[in-house]
């Protein structure tokens, strides 16, 4: 697509072992790139009190290079080529689709061998060249191309479409025929949401499949970014950031995460500055439950999540992609880059994005913020789609809804099964929440459609769930995980239960005023709920084994003056800790 003008990480030769340079991504590079003279490294605020919070993600690297500290600032003073997946995630989806050559190296995966005879009969109607006339090519690409198109009959006679076409020679896997029904499903299931591409029909003869669509005449919000030189004021950022979540939130409560969220997949429907946005391209989404997480790499180097690195990830990832998308739109740099594409990847697990150089001082605190709690490698600490556009950077912006968000049911579930201690420490808690959390909170409890008393039962949840459902909510089985939250057993909920049932510990550990919520709340548990505890009650109460040492992993957390939950203990209380926890310690 062009060039990229940007600032090279300066990494030492012995780092570059075992790389393999991408020259898709750096033949056309100038050798005159300006230097980084960025040497500072971020330092991270260690908080002045301790606190439990295992890192989700265990260290696979231990042995490689160690990445740089923070990324350099690099403009997009002109077009850059578009987010290639990195070597490994290419050598995948070739496997996944049986294109790997003889004699082509890829990453074991263990034994997906070309099956023969497989079926390629998709049910899809075989009239497509009676319906639709084709035309030129206008994008492609990893499995197939899509060309403009014309109807010929019927309500989309004389109508501009977009016809993606997927020959079935490439489909020469299992895997491949499931990516492409699973496509059209999602895209047929979840159409009617304003800021995703119309689906009209999918077609199908001996060589092709084709799935007809709207024409989006914008082009690339990628274009876009550039065609304003690099970036976007503050005010227009916000109308792209409202529209792609609002989109992604719709998916995600259908239980579909999209998994190559980029610049590249959104669509201006027209060339008109206010014109709607349209995201496309669901060739690697797949479905998820609220409790399950994925295991198979795919995605676009620059977007890719932490977590998918390490093969185990949900809808979070998405919300990464959006946060880099967030990042360059605001300052029109990439916040992870290297000149490899081994080396985005360490830059992704290792670095941090920078919010010293221009124009990040310039922007707004809630601007920043917004990008920083999208872009934080800890999925558990990442906003949802629903909670970002409840964030205050948002605020104000209209026209705004939003969705319910299933992050509530899970967080729900696990207040449930709790002990009634953690149940008081989070209701103390839930007391030191701001405006703009409790505005969330009210707005996710009013969709449970309480009561004329101000009550919700279980089987709200159920119900409000029904109400929002496609056909995708079925087929990724989300609403199995709601039926199993709406048959718990327990009493009604009031607004400030809910609240405490509903609120994230960890998202809230991911704020710079952490500290302070958690000092109040404990301030608060000190006079209403807490007492002196034994430490056998607290095992108890923690669902503790015997197998456990509690005396010596317990002692800590009360205090031996007065046999009362120890700030720490209170913290870790908060946390959620189980018996599994103390095991991997």
């Known amino acids: 697509m062009g060039l990229c003008h940007a600032k090279p990480v300066k990494i030492p030769e012995t780092q570059l072992d075992n790389q393999v340079i991408n020259t898709e991504n750096t033949q056309n590079l100038p050798n005159n790139l300006p230097q980084s003279n960025n040497n500072n490294e971020n330092v991270k605020k260690t908080p002045k009190f301790p606190f439990y919070s295992p890192s989700p993600l265990q260290n696979w690297f231990k042995n490689s290079p160690s990445s740089v500290k923070s990324t350099p600032h690099r403009f997009l003073k002109g077009p850059f080529p578009a987010a290639s997946p990195a070597k490994h995630i290419r050598a995948l989806l070739a496997r996944r689709h049986g294109l790997v050559k003889p004699n082509e190296a890829s990453i074991p995966e263990g034994s997906e061998e070309c099956e023969i005879g497989l079926d390629k009969h998709f049910g899809y109607s075989k009239h497509f060249v009676n319906n639709y006339e084709i035309g030129e090519e206008i994008g492609r690409g990893h499995f197939g191309y899509t060309c403009c198109g014309k109807g010929k009959k019927g309500s ?174 605001l300052c029109g740099s990439r916040p992870f880059w290297a000149r490899t594409e081994s080396g985005i990847f360490r830059a992704v697990l290792k670095a941090d994005p920078t919010f010293d150089e221009a124009p990040w001082p310039s922007l707004s605190p809630e601007a920043q913020d917004f990008v920083k709690r999208l872009l934080n490698k800890d999925y558990r600490k990442r ?174 957390w009360i205090r031996h003056s007065d046999g009362k939950l120890s700030f720490l203990g209170f913290v870790r209380l908060l946390h959620g800790v189980s018996s599994r926890t103390f095991q991997k310690a």
Not at 163 to 182: F, L, N, Q, S, Y
Not at 237 to 265: F, T, W
Not at 437 to 446: A, G, H, V
Request: with cysteine; aromatic share 8%.
């Open 156 to 329: 989309l006679k004389g109508v501009d479409v977009a016809i993606k076409v997927i020959p079935k020679a490439k489909m020469t896997t299992a895997i491949a025929i499931e990516d492409v029904r699973r496509e059209v499903k999602i895209l047929r299931a979840l159409t009617g949401n304003q800021n995703l591409v119309q689906f009209y029909e999918a077609y199908e003869d001996d060589e092709n499949v084709y799935v007809v669509m709207e024409l989006c005449q914008g082009g690339e919000l990628l274009d876009r970014i550039l065609s304003r030189g690099g970036k976007y004021p503050e005010d227009d950022a916000k109308a792209v950031m409202v529209q792609i979540l609002s989109v992604v939130a719709y998916c995600h409560l259908q239980g579909v995460v999209h998994r190559d969220l980029k610049p590249e997949n959104f669509l201006f429907t027209s060339k008109d500055d206010h014109s709607p946005l349209k995201a496309i391209d669901f060739g690697l989404s797949d479905y998820v439950k609220p409790d399950e997480r994925l295991n198979d790499i795919v995605g676009s180097a620059y977007y890719v999540a932490p977590e998918v690195l390490h093969r185990s990830y949900g809808t979070e990832a998405d919300m990464w992609s959006i946060g880099v998308i967030a990042y360059i739109l």
């Open 383 to 556: 906003l949802t789609a629903a909670q970002a556009l409840s964030h205050p950077w948002l605020s104000g912006f209209p026209d705004i809804k939003i969705p319910q968000d299933m992050i509530v049911y899970r967080l729900v579930r696990a207040y449930i099964c709790s002990s009634s201690l953690r149940k008081a420490a989070l209701g103390a808690l839930a007391k030191t929440l701001t405006v703009p959390q409790l505005t969330y909170l009210k707005e996710q409890f009013q969709m449970l459609s309480p009561s004329k008393n101000g009550y919700i039962s279980l089987q709200n949840f159920k119900i409000a769930v029904v109400r929002n459902a496609t056909e995708a909510i079925k087929d990724s089985r989300v609403i199995e995980y709601v039926n199993m939250v709406s048959s718990l057993q327990y009493r009604k909920m009031d607004f400030e239960e809910f609240c405490a049932a509903a609120i994230s510990v960890h998202q809230l550990e991911a704020m710079d005023t952490w500290e302070q919520h958690a000092r109040r709340a404990y301030e608060l548990f000190e006079k209403d709920g807490n007492r002196p505890i034994m430490i056998e009650e607290l095992a108890s109460e923690l669902g503790l084994s015997p197998a456990v040492p509690v005396h010596v992993v317990l002692q800590d």
